[in-house]
């Protein structure tokens, strides 16, 4: 049997078939180029809004270019960027300064389009693409990232270089994870008003307190209308939005073990209530009513003062046979006094909050070398025996050496014979006066009380001057008493709520925008560096190395007029509420009976 091979012969094409390119060759050839050789195409389609902002151009300074550009043959000889523009931008830039200093030149890396040579109309239509169809990543994504860069960072050096790359401080990575927490409505609020991450680390300290977001933007508004402030008025709000939480939180406890105890708590009174106060009861035989005896009457039940004490009441005295005690007037009396007990509370924690805002100032100051007025007031204080000064030995020793450890970052000296014996031996002769400062600077806080405002204080007086001209920013409260003291009317003393200072924006709702570019942290490119006028992003040079561990140092005296120290960062960082001294908590108490 034969076999027969049949051999089929290829159909005939009209012309050859077009070999499709690949995704990778459709993206160009991968090249590199100095930047400053390009020039920005005339199809692309970004002409507003091209430059870098500092966070971008502190990335690329650090790291380069790390997503390549596009770029195409123009017919001048020249290439143009029409895909990346203000990344190519960015990296002129940072040419250009290691060009100045002598530094070699770090290329940009691009993709040559040469099939784009003659087609404008393509060369537009893929910038387009590349400046629309892309979406920056929401807010909560970025905190959450630099958080977790806070986290991972292998080390210090690490965190740093991170922070560097993102164009943002060393704090301001540090403060990522709190701001992290802030719950979702508070994080919107908070971004809309452009606060960076500090801020809403602060932000969330407080987040519980009602309308907290705003109040910072209005401190935060009123730091930038002046410079001289810096963030004084911030510092001052956030205290006492602390102060408030604080007492909210008390407020709270107060009512859930109330609740638990099975005592019925009501809420704020209104002008047709019926519940009297105990302390205005009695009973048929004209004995007070305590609220141990009064628990088993049906109308027993409790309110919760504004410091989280509770104030026992009868819900019907009438109905439940109980004698109210007092004279026609009494009422209004007892509504003079409620307004009086009010007022004294309110300024005494206005001082408390003023007072933990002016205790970090000190600190600052007595971290400085000594300015002149600074100079005048330590010798007069010591030469003349001042009165603060003279009276300050008698104050107990924790008292005293409290704020004295406090002002010099020294070590608890609580229980030792001679607190600052170590302290002396260490600090080297160009800190030395810091120490007499410190000390005379504790003598006059011990001098200014909670109660400074009813008087005119001429100590208080004195020492918020001092310390206004050394760059602290009154809070109103302590404004107040130095006008009372130089006889200048007082406005607002009363503690009440200000009269809102501008009008509150409605924070912006998240709308889709353009990514960022690779490189650019967004955070940075909303943060307002008015408010903070020393956070701004030094130009990095180089990597930074770990600080070797400092020796004490007794050597010369520095030639420039500051204080030898650790290296401290520029900006600050997210103020932690301080733990309420003893004598502050005793002055709590100690209201009650105000």
Known sequence: MSKTTTTTQPAEASEPAAEQPTALAQL???????????????????????QPDAALLASVS????????????????????????RRW?????????????????RPVPAFVRDDLTDADSEALLLSLVENTQRRRMTDRDTISGAAQLELLGTNEVGRRRAAA???????????????????PEQLKEGTGYAFDLMELADLQSVEDVPRAAYRLYAAKRKDAQDAKQRRGTWQHELSQLREEQAAQRRREAATQALTEAGVKVLPHRSYDDTDRRLSDLSTGLGKRITAKAHATCGGHAARVDDD?????????????????????????ADAQAKKERARVIANNKAARAARKVRKEFITGLCRKALSEAAWALVLDAILHNADPVRRFPTKSDDNRNRDIAAFTKAADPKGKAEPFAELIKKTGKARRPNLLLAYVAAAYEAEVSDRAWESRD?????WLTF???????????????????????????????????IEEPEPADEQPQAEPEENEASEAEQAEETARPEAEVAEPEEEPQEAPEEADSTEAEPEADTV??????ADQEPAEAPEEPQADQAENAAEESA
């Open 89 to 105: 931008l960015a990296a002129v830039d940072a040419a250009e300064k290691a060009a100045k200093k002598g530094k070699p030149i």
């Open 165 to 183: 790359v993102l164009g943002m401080s060393r704090n301001a990575l540090k403060a990522a994870k709190q701001a992290a927490e802030l719950k």
């Open 458 to 462: 001429e100590t208080a007086r004195a």
């Open 308 to 332: 989280g004490e509770p104030v026992f009441y009868c819900t019907d005295p009438e109905r439940y046979r109980h004698k109210i005690d007092g004279v026609p007037d009494a009422a209004e």
């Open 467 to 501: 310390l206004a001209g050394e760059g602290y920013q009154l809070s109103d409260h302590e404004a107040a008493i130095v006008a009372k003291a130089e006889g200048k009317p007082v406005t607002e003393f009363d503690a009440e709520e200000p009269t809102q200072p």
């Open 564 to 569: 030898p120290d650790e290296p401290q960062e």
């Open 28 to 50: 160009g050839r991968l090249t590199e180029f100095d930047p400053r050789t390009l020039v920005v195409d005339p199809r692309n389609a970004r002409k507003e809004g091209a």
């Open 62 to 85: 650090r790291i380069g270019v790390q997503e390549p550009i596009s770029v195409r043959p123009l017919p001048d000889g020249s290439y143009g960027v029409f895909k990346g523009q």
